[in-house]
């Protein structure tokens, strides 16, 4: 795992291609080793697909496992015909629609019974931490609400930092309903957020 | 107030964004300037985005050391299993079953189905008993189509027509079994007469049955004679009545 965290880093920062191809390429090869390289650099970023998309953490942690399998296992016929992040977010929109159709009795989860790891630290927060943490809570909270169609296009565009097209080869439809759906979420969002503008 | 060019609706966001081209982005600010609608959800995206580009993004309970920790052997085992067994059948399945394989696959198997449906469906229909007289349809699938009525007019040798059977004679000593074969089941006119030659070996359809003949059309002339005739038949279908 050396580097694995700057690797990480630099690809929240940039994309870097040549990083993907080589590391592919060497997974292909048989060096298990880079694919914990590309499990930590892509690891933050499923989760919050997953987490958003399901919403619920010990399942997200699952899911997140079995995502990352298939990406091994499918990788060994990667042959670069789209970005590595778009496959891979694409396997974990697969798996996050398969989640959903089990219809698996739903979990009341942890965090509403215990709280939050944030709010179980003992420690005092500012005024202005707590403030932050408490819009944060409320946009998630409005983001949570939304239908999952509109939710994902969300999550992968402010979150992720697609474009257009990139998240239409990840939802396999056209960038015109990207744009339509992300429309359509933004003014949903505004609506339910209203009252928070003026802190925003 | 409802805005009067929906379709432009859907542009408000790449046009906050600035993905349009040139010619998009005039079209949205010049419908902008008198669409009050437009403007109001303008605003509303503008707010809305604000507020998407804080969306938190949520630390996973365990660091990503942790959870791949906890991978690890799955993609240990899957790598050394799939050492051992490189070419096996659900290998292969992974690695071809594409989906622009199976859907060329699937193409494939429906424009065979088509050709199927299409050449056989007289067989499926009702001419159940060509296969017994072992006859292939492809032979006879050349077999000009005809009437009763029209035979007279017909220039080509091979034919195929349908009618009822009638008067189905059998002689023993020149080993033909003959019948008339007419339109209508209660008329005797129109008719052809058909005859089975000893060498083949077909079923002699019952009387008033309904069948398609395949077989050889010619005039006979002699004495007594004046008819066209099916001779030899090389094929009988029946067919519903």
């Avoid at chain 2, 008198?34 to 949520?58: D, F, K, T, Y």
């Avoid at chain 2, 309904?210 to 038949?233: I, K, L």
Wanted: aromatic share 10%; glycine share 4%.
């Amino acid at each position: 795992m050396v580097g694995a965290s700057s690797a990480y880093r630099k690809f929240r920062e940039k994309p870097d291609p040549d990083w993907e191809r080589r590391t592919v390429l060497a997974i292909q090869g048989g060096e298990l080793e880079w694919f914990a390289t590309l499990y930590d650099a892509y690891y933050h970023r499923v989760y919050n697909q997953v987490l958003y998309s399901i919403g619920d953490e010990l399942q997200a942690q699952d899911l997140l496992q079995s995502i990352f399998l298939k990406v091994f296992r499918g990788l060994r016929y990667f042959r670069f015909e789209s970005s590595l992040s778009t496959w891979i977010y694409r396997i974990a929109r697969n798996e996050c629609q398969d989640f959903s159709r089990r219809k698996r009795p739903p979990l009341v989860p942890l965090e509403l019974i215990r709280g939050r790891n944030e709010e179980m630290d003992s420690r005092a927060l500012s005024e202005d931490q707590h403030a932050a943490q408490e819009r944060f809570g409320i946009i998630h909270r409005a983001v949570m609400q939304l239908p999952v169609k509109l939710r994902e296009v969300v999550v992968l565009r402010y979150l992720e930092d697609l474009s257009y097209e990139e998240i239409a080869n990840v939802l396999a439809c056209s960038s015109g309903t990207v744009a339509s759906r992300l429309s359509r979420a933004l003014e949903a969002l505004a609506k339910r957020l209203c009252p928070l503008r003026e802190s925003l | 107030m409802s805005c009067w060019r929906p379709g432009l609706r859907k542009k408000l966001l790449p046009y906050l964004d600035g993905v349009l081209t040139p010619p998009e982005h005039s079209s949205v600010e010049a419908h902008l300037l008198g669409c009050v609608s437009c403007r109001e959800a303008l605003w509303r995206i503008r707010m809305g985005r604000r507020m998407a580009q804080q969306i938190p993004r949520v630390s996973p309970p365990e660091t990503s050391e942790a959870a791949f920790r906890a991978l690890a052997p799955r993609v240990t085992a899957k790598a050394e299993d799939r050492s051992r067994r490189s070419w096996s059948w659900p290998d292969c399945l992974e690695r071809f079953a594409t989906p622009r394989v199976v859907l060329i696959l699937a193409a494939v198997i429906i424009v065979q189905l088509a050709f199927f449906a299409l050449f056989s469906r007289k067989v499926l229909l009702g001419e159940r008993s060509l296969s017994s007289n072992g006859i292939s349809y492809s032979y006879l699938h050349g077999f000009r189509s005809i009437s009763i009525q029209d035979i007279r007019l017909d220039i080509q040798p091979h034919i195929a027509t349908e009618g009822y059977v009638k008067d189905v004679h059998l002689n023993r000593s020149e080993g033909v079994i003959a019948f008339r074969l007419v339109s209508q089941p209660n008329a005797m006119k129109p008719f052809v007469v058909c005859e089975i030659l000893r060498p083949m070996q077909l079923t002699v359809p019952e009387d008033g049955s309904h069948v398609r003949v395949y077989g050889v059309s010619r005039y006979d002339a002699q004495r007594n004679h004046d008819w066209y005739e099916v001779n030899p038949v090389l094929g009988i279908a029946q067919l519903p009545r």
